[in-house]
């Protein structure tokens, strides 16, 4: 522990003190120096007295130096504990404001994340009602002719086509196209081999891909050839008619990797065709239905040219009798314009004699105001 200066000085006198007690009692040996030995007492009094009151004021001045360190060091930790306390709190409240917008920010995320969740098991619940559709022949029969329906009623008018048309021989079609003879009326007829088409896709030896590729061809020579027997009617319909794939997988797959089935549904007459080709064969036939009702309008045309060439006939008719009109105007005004010139110059004629017998009365003036005036004659 460190010895304070108050103490320090107190030993410092004390020890003085000692010092000239045993330097006084050393001369209190001497019997002679008896006045000095006073003297030295009255001298170490008066230097005693002046140590304390030196050391008071001394330790006076140490006290309020420490107070006034004590104090500025007081000040100086308050300043310094209020700008650590100042920092503290901003960084505290920056905290908190960045934890408020991370958690706003975190409950946003897990708000779109749930609509995500709900979106895909809504889409799921989709797949798995899709999945059950196709799974079901019947049902993906239904979905082929509705996407059919779909493709023909955005790109024809209704008067162009007819649904689960029924023939002569009372086969039902798909769908019928109503074209003029020729080609006749084209019927449409949806297939769908998903099981075949399925099979080809999760083969995985050698043996099974051959197996599910001569199924897949099966099914699609059969379907072409039901679709020729059936819906390919001399003197009723086409020569031709389509089959429709509702699938562009199932569509590139056959074109793919079977020209053989492609090459015979060309000579059956039965034409296979896919969402997209399905759509450019209908811009087709739409392009053909207006040249069709073009050529029926045409003897309509015919007789409106007609009339409007009579029209303009009569229209050039009245020009000319408007232009005669104007003629006859023409030369009223030329006329007009004459008789105006002449009424003109006559008066001008006029005003010019009017003008020359003015003249001729001033002159007279003048010669009679000049001449002197005439002696009267005496009478004899």
């Not at 098991?121 to 082929?144: C, M, P, W």
């Not at 099914?219 to 086409?238: C, F, M, N, Q, S």
Request: proline content about 4%.
């Amino acid at each position: 522990m460190p010895i304070s200066p108050e103490l320090l000085l107190a030993g410092l006198a004390l020890l003085l003190v000692l010092l000239l007690s045993l330097a006084v009692l050393r001369r209190g040996r001497d019997d002679g120096a008896a006045a000095e030995r006073a003297t030295d007492v009255a001298v170490l009094q008066e230097r005693l007295k002046a140590m304390t009151e030196s050391q008071a004021a001394t330790q006076a001045q140490i006290t309020d130096a420490l107070r006034s360190q004590e104090r500025q060091l007081a000040e100086a930790m308050d300043l310094r504990l209020g700008n650590f306390t100042q920092r503290v709190g901003e960084r505290l409240n920056a905290q908190a404001q960045s934890q408020s917008t991370a958690m706003t920010d975190l409950r946003e995320r897990l708000a779109v994340i749930d609509r995500a969740q709900k979106n895909i098991t809504e889409l799921s619940s989709q797949v798995v009602g899709l999945q059950d559709i196709l799974s079901n022949k019947q049902a993906r029969g239904a979905f082929g002719e509705v996407q059919l329906q779909d493709l023909v009623q955005s790109a024809l008018p209704p008067s162009a086509y007819d649904f689960q048309a029924t023939l002569a021989s009372g086969r039902r079609a798909d769908c019928l196209i109503k074209l003029p003879n020729p080609p006749g009326p084209i019927a449409i007829d949806a297939k769908f081999p998903l099981e075949s088409y399925q099979a080809l896709r999760q083969a995985e030896e050698e043996s099974a891909r051959i197996a599910a590729q001569r199924a897949f061809a099966n099914d699609l020579r059969k379907h072409v050839k039901d679709i020729a027997e059936r819906y390919i009617v001399p003197g009723e319909t086409a020569e031709s008619a389509l089959l429709f794939l509702p699938s562009e997988a199932v569509y590139a797959e056959l074109h793919a990797n079977f020209p053989n089935v492609v090459e015979e549904s060309y000579r059956a007459r039965v034409w296979i065709v896919s969402p997209t080709t399905m759509m450019a064969t209908l811009n087709t036939v739409r392009a053909v239905l207006r040249d069709v009702r073009m050529r029926e309008q045409a003897g309509v045309i015919q007789t409106e040219v007609q009339t409007l060439l009579e029209d303009v006939a009569r229209l050039d008719q009245r020009v000319g009798k408007l232009e005669t009109h104007f003629d006859q105007a023409s030369r009223d005004i030329r006329d007009i314009r004459i008789s105006t010139d002449k009424i003109t110059k006559r008066g001008e004629r006029i005003k010019d004699l009017e003008l020359e017998d003015e003249e001729a009365a001033g002159v007279a003036r003048i010669a009679d105001t000049a001449a002197p005036p005439a002696r009267p004659r005496l009478v004899e």
